[in-house]
């Protein structure tokens, strides 16, 4: 009976998993048990009309207030969160500022993330006018935050059960350096980055890990010129891209690559390997190049197990060097 108890709360909405914590002595235990936290609007209660009308600095006061008795409400349990969500997209910059420069966003990270998480989600706010949060140095954009990797760095209790990472406005920044990384990586299939700050170098080393991937979502990372998914990648199913400013070159060497999106500038170079595997190929592109003629003349000989290809293109733009 115990354990159908706890089965029961725990496929409850936060909300209601934490106000029946406060009725009973039993829930409270399989609240600190709870595995899923998430941080946002309608869990902490903001979609209430009150909480609407009263100042900013009460408001942001009620936010870190209830999301820091999250925080110490779940410090005593002893069971693995499998999934953190932290999305802070909608609240007001000045808030989440407050929140980084406090070092409570890092607080929250640290508590949560542990052997035994699965998701991880973090979500912070864009301003209307981008040069309020972003300052450029080259084509480096430069966010406020910026993910700790050492989180997934530990060398006594690697966390190798993750398996999906989503990223918003903030700075991700693994470097070559980082060798105890590799066992993190090696079991996320779900990557999905936007308007993060990452080059080319560090998604290169970051995508050479992730040996199980399958998806890939990249939007608005304006620091990244070249996507380059190496073969090692035997998984990888599909990629999307979108408004990634600087992006000009695309290649992939993964054999199983099934749905290729594409929407940015017009595109240098398009290459998708010379062993493709897959059965089933979309390619799905606005601005991409030559893209219907590049299908006819590689895809022939790089696709010999093709049995189904869809293209789907806006308009061409014809670029010698999308030929190579």
């Known amino acids: 009976m115990q354990d159908i108890w706890q089965h029961i709360h725990s496929r409850m ?8 914590a406060c009725v009973s002595h039993r829930f409270l235990r399989f609240w600190r048990g709870y595995p899923t936290v998430t941080i946002d609007q309608e869990t902490l209660g903001l979609s209430s009309q009150r909480f609407w009308i009263t100042s900013e600095d009460e408001r942001g006061e009620y936010i870190l207030t209830k999301a820091q008795q999250v925080l110490e409400s779940r410090l005593s349990g002893s069971t693995i969160v499998q999934s953190l969500k932290l999305d802070l997209s909608t609240f007001r910059k000045a808030i989440v500022s407050a929140t980084v420069a406090g070092g409570l966003l890092d607080c929250w990270l640290r508590a949560f993330v542990k052997p035994g998480i699965e998701d991880i989600t973090v979500l912070l706010p864009k301003c209307d006018d981008d040069d309020d949060c972003y300052y450029y140095y080259g084509h480096d954009c430069l966010p406020e935050y910026t993910f700790p990797c050492s989180l997934l760095s530990d060398d006594e209790d690697k966390i190798t059960s993750l398996q999906s990472l989503s990223l918003s406005s903030c700075g991700f920044h693994p470097t070559e350096g980082m060798t105890t990384l590799l066992g993190c990586w090696k079991s996320m299939s779900t990557v999905c980055l936007h308007r993060v700050a990452i080059t080319d170098e560090e998604l290169g080393f970051f995508l050479a890990g992730c040996l199980v991937l399958e998806r890939l979502d990249l939007s608005f990372c304006n620091s990244i010129g070249a996507l380059k998914i190496p073969s090692a990648l035997r998984r990888q199913r599909c990629i999307r891209e979108r408004s990634c400013r600087m992006l000009r070159t695309i290649e992939s060497g993964a054999p199983m690559l099934a749905t290729v999106w594409y929407d940015g500038w017009p ?4 290459w998708l390997g010379g062993a493709l595997e897959t059965t089933h190929l979309e390619v799905h592109a606005t601005r991409m190049g030559d893209v219907i ?4 003349s590689k895809l022939p000989s790089a696709a010999l197990n093709l ?4 293209l789907s293109t806006v ?5 010698p060097s999308m030929s190579g």
């Open 13 to 20: 909405p936060m909300r209601d998993a934490a106000r029946a």
């Open 307 to 310: 049995e189904t290809l869809v």
């Open 293 to 296: 003629q590049y299908a006819g």
């Open 267 to 270: 595109l240098l170079r398009f």
């Open 315 to 319: 308009y061409e733009v014809p670029l």
